[in-house]
């Protein structure tokens, strides 16, 4: 035993169990039995209403079942369960969309939450290392609600004080097994609190048909695709720059020619003009007769035509100079975007140097001051490297479509996109499944988005030059 007395050497003190742990007694303070029962009792009333404020519809059934079993017996309450059952079904058939919103995803939400995640928290936090063990005691993130909807269920969860965003992207594997599904996402809601996002099935696992012309110009979002949630997916194109990545055959003209698509009427109405350069000679040629003479193959040309479109996008800026800030498209001025396909060949893989600096430095122009006259840039590009396209910071907008290699995903869509469950990398090569799907990244919001871009197809592409050149015989 090692003993100190005040005033002892330590040094001269000799000890024979120097492994011997000093063991406190802790003070014990007995609380009067009346103070538990009152913390108790006011956590009982807590979690009851806790309950009935997340499954009302859960509560409103148990609680007036009971209530007709009490007061008029089994006979009358299954009578009831079965009218109740009757009127439920035609409201389901009648209006769908209201019977699922205040019946339906409430009704799953708590089977999902009773079943699983309610039963597997503690070992999925353990486990993943969410939780955690401090003198004795088990912290755990706290599930605070469940919703679902068509193809996902949306976790609220409240995590530990001193715990970052970080330390749940980095477990959305751990997550997603761990609660039976194959991915997660995660966003933040409020601080302190994130929503896990857990998605049932796939309702991009289908190539989708190209999305009609629309028959009213428009330069707004253009419809080209459905986002996973199932809404339009509406590509913004005026007042922005964006840039497509993905490996050769992930669907980048879907996205080239969904955005054409949607423009088309805006086109025919001449409040678009398209520039268009296809140095692989292989996408945009196919409809090329839709871009006139702005139309570019060779690199020569190519660069005449950014020039052009620079030239062009000077003169608004001196004539909008002090008199406006923001670009209306008109006949007179007309959102221009500049389409580029495989930007790379014009930038990296170009051996002429003076032509690829002033490629270059025509698009960085574009990119950094076009948006306000008017003037857009959408570029496709398959290896996203800062070596072969040291612009792509300026696009704002950026798409993650498949890619092969999984540090490829922040190069396109930025910082910690990947973590937060943009896992462009696992999207499936073969074209059925993957082709077209990716995640969208928008200047506005940090969270990914995944999506799928209609398929248009050769036939489709034909239509549309023929709606042009129809259009051009008529005037
Ligand atoms: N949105 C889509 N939905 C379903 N299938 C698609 C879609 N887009 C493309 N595909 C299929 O994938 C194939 C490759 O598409 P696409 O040529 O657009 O890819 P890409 O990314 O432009 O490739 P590359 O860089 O080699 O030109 C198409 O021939 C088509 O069969």
């Known amino acids: 035993m090692f003993r100190k007395l005040p005033g002892d050497e330590a040094r001269n003190l000799v000890t024979t169990t120097p492994d011997t742990a ?41 609680a007036g079942s009971v209530a007709c079993l009490h007061l008029y017996g089994w006979r009358a309450t299954l009578a009831l369960l079965g009218v109740a059952l009757l009127a439920s079904l035609s409201w389901a058939f009648s209006d769908r969309a209201s019977f699922l919103g205040y019946v339906g995803w409430p009704l799953l939400a708590f089977g999902r939450w009773f079943w699983i995640y309610r039963r597997t928290w503690q070992p999925v936090m353990t486990i993943s290392g969410l939780g ?13 609600r469940v919703d679902c909807d068509g193809w996902a269920d949306r976790l609220t969860v409240r995590m530990l004080n001193g715990q970052s965003v970080k330390d749940w992207t980095d477990r ?58 199932g809404t339009p997916l509406r590509l913004k ?93 008109t006949t007179a001025d007309p959102f221009v975007l500049v389409v580029v396909d495989e930007v790379a060949f014009l930038t990296a893989y170009q051996s002429d140097k003076g032509l690829r600096h002033r490629i270059t430095a025509a698009l960085a122009t574009l990119t950094t001051q076009g948006r306000a006259v008017g003037v857009g840039v959408l570029a496709a590009l398959q290896d996203p490297r800062k070596e072969v396209m040291n612009i792509r910071n300026l696009f704002p907008d950026k798409i993650a479509l498949r890619l092969d290699e999984s540090e490829q995903v922040d190069m396109v869509l930025g910082d910690g996109a990947r973590d937060r469950g943009a896992l462009a990398d696992h ?27 209609a398929y248009v197809s050769d036939e489709d592409i034909r239509d549309m030059v023929q709606i042009v050149t129809g259009a051009g015989e008529a005037l």
């Not at 007042?239 to 955005?259: D, E, N, Y």
């Not at 193959?297 to 800030?325: H, I, N, W, Y």
């Not at 090569?429 to 990914?448: C, F, H, K, N, Q």
Request: aromatic letters at 6%; proline letters at 8%.
């Open 237 to 329: 194109v005026h007042g922005t720059h964006l840039l497509v990545a993905g490996a050769t055959g992930a669907g980048k003209g879907s996205f080239i020619w969904g955005t054409i698509r949607g423009l088309l009427a805006a086109i025919l109405a001449g409040l678009v003009q398209v520039y268009a350069l296809d140095p692989k000679r292989m996408e945009l040629s196919y409809g090329r007769e839709i871009f006139g003479r702005r139309y570019a193959a060779t690199p020569e040309k190519c660069a005449d035509l950014l020039d052009e479109a620079v030239s062009l996008m000077q003169e608004r800026a001196d004539r909008f100079a002090g008199r406006q800030r923001s670009h209306t498209p």
């Open 172 to 229: 959305i594997d751990g997550l997603a097994h761990g609660f039976g599904s194959l991915s997660c996402r995660v966003s933040v809601a409020s601080a302190g609190h994130l929503v896990l996002t857990f998605p049932r099935r796939d309702p991009l696992a289908a190539p989708l048909p190209a999305v009609p012309v629309p028959l009213v110009p428009t330069v707004g979002p253009v419809e080209i695709g459905s986002q996973e949630d």
């Open 132 to 144: 955690r063990h401090v003198r004795g005691r088990d912290y755990s993130p706290r599930l605070v």
């Open 427 to 453: 999207i499936s090569p073969i074209p059925e499944l993957g082709a077209g799907v990716g995640y969208v990244r928008l200047e506005t919001s940090p969270d990914p988005v995944r999506v799928r871009a």
């Open 22 to 62: 000093v063991v406190f007694r802790p003070a014990v303070v007995t609380t009067p039995a009346i103070i538990t029962l009152v913390i108790w009792l006011a956590r009982l009333i807590r979690g009851l209403v806790r309950f009935i404020w997340r499954h009302p519809v859960v509560v409103f059934l148990l």
